[in-house]
């Protein structure tokens, strides 16, 4: 499973020239040298863990103890535990995704068991999790899935074991704002999620509707039907870059209605399918004494050329482009020092 090198608000990729007529190269940002490269239209991404994940572009933030890969079976055995601290085991899809773009996720999903309100002192249901976040707000010691106001940026697939009320499906989408997307109750279907059995979870985000569609299979036969949930009106948008098994602490919810949740299954054979990246097939070069790079853009990004002589300063050396879904051409009307390194700078207005 690969994809290229991102950051969660802007995503970046660097060139370098050195000199009045030398070769230019893309090189990821965090790189000192100049080696060739081309980035790829890489629009599926695919796991199967057969070897260790954590050796190949993943990475886990939080307790360790949640997430353990499993060589023998080639899967991904995760602990979903209220108790414990926000703890994610994630990839970088390389690129941002707002509401104007198409994606889905698709895996394989087998839990042992799954118990809501596993704390006395919190009786009611919690959510088990997995889905799309921005890591850049996932992260914040002040991000708390347990309430209504401070879980911005995240598409994603939520259970809620019954705790009296009915097992719940639903996905949930959250906005910049931390406001849930929500139209009623037909957001949600009151659905229980069989144990000791492999389903196959498909969610597909399809933006020219706004519409976010959930199915849930055994032996490829439906275990019920979901509701379809669509944006609604009131609802602005999203920024996610990064797909993530979630396990949520239960902090920060209303004492008078506090969950908890303790759960454990496997999670395997992974399909993302998602945007190419915004900056591709990019090349530079001099023209009429100016460093130019070219690459082909996407619409629904800004793109601006940034230079540097240390890596540690950068500045703009051209105006905010706005791509256009074919190739586009940055300059830098200055001349370049003696030793000086680009990078395109693009992000999602």
Not at 278 to 288: E, H, M, R
Not at 319 to 345: C, K
């Amino acid at each position: 499973m690969s994809t290229s090198l991102s950051k969660e608000q802007e995503v970046r990729w660097a060139g370098c020239a050195r000199g009045r007529g030398a070769s230019a190269h893309l090189v990821f940002v965090f790189l000192l040298l100049c080696n060739s490269f081309m980035i790829s239209k890489a629009t599926v991404i695919t796991e199967d863990f057969s070897t260790q994940p954590l050796l190949r572009g993943w990475s886990l933030i939080g307790d360790p103890d949640l997430f353990s890969w499993d060589p023998t079976n080639r899967a991904l055995f995760v602990t979903w535990d209220s108790s414990r601290p926000n703890s994610y085991y994630y990839f970088p899809l390389g690129t941002i995704l707002t509401r104007e773009d198409d994606f889905s996720l698709s895996l394989d999903l087998q839990l042992t068991d799954a118990t809501g309100g596993i704390n006395p002192d919190k009786p009611s249901t919690f959510e088990l999790a997995l889905g799309f976040l921005n890591l850049a707000t996932a992260t914040q010691t002040n991000f708390l899935r347990g309430n209504s106001s401070d879980s911005p940026n995240l598409v994603e697939f939520d259970y809620f074991p019954d705790t009296g009320f009915g097992p719940t499906v639903w996905p949930a989408v959250w906005s910049t704002n931390s406001s849930l997307n929500y139209n009623g109750s037909s957001d949600y279907t009151l659905l229980a999620l069989p144990t000791g059995v492999q389903m196959r979870l498909t969610m597909v985000y399809a933006a020219s509707n706004s519409t976010l569609i959930v199915s849930i299979t055994t032996n490829g036969v439906p275990i019920g039907a979901i509701n379809s949930v669509q944006l609604s009106t009131a609802f602005t948008d999203f920024r996610v870059g990064a797909f993530a098994i979630e396990s949520y602490n239960d902090a920060g919810q209303d004492p008078r209605y506090g969950g908890s949740l303790l759960a454990h299954g496997t999670v395997d054979n992974i399909l993302l399918r998602i945007p190419p990246p915004p900056v591709q097939n990019l090349s530079g070069n001099f023209s009429n004494n100016e460093w130019q790079v070219t690459f082909v853009s996407r619409a629904n990004w800004i793109y601006t050329l940034e230079r540097t002589s240390d890596f540690r300063s950068w500045i703009a050396v051209s105006g905010s482009a706005t791509g256009t879904g074919t190739n586009l051409t940055l300059r830098d009307i200055a001349a370049p020092t003696a030793s000086s390194f680009y990078r395109v700078r693009a992000e999602r207005p």
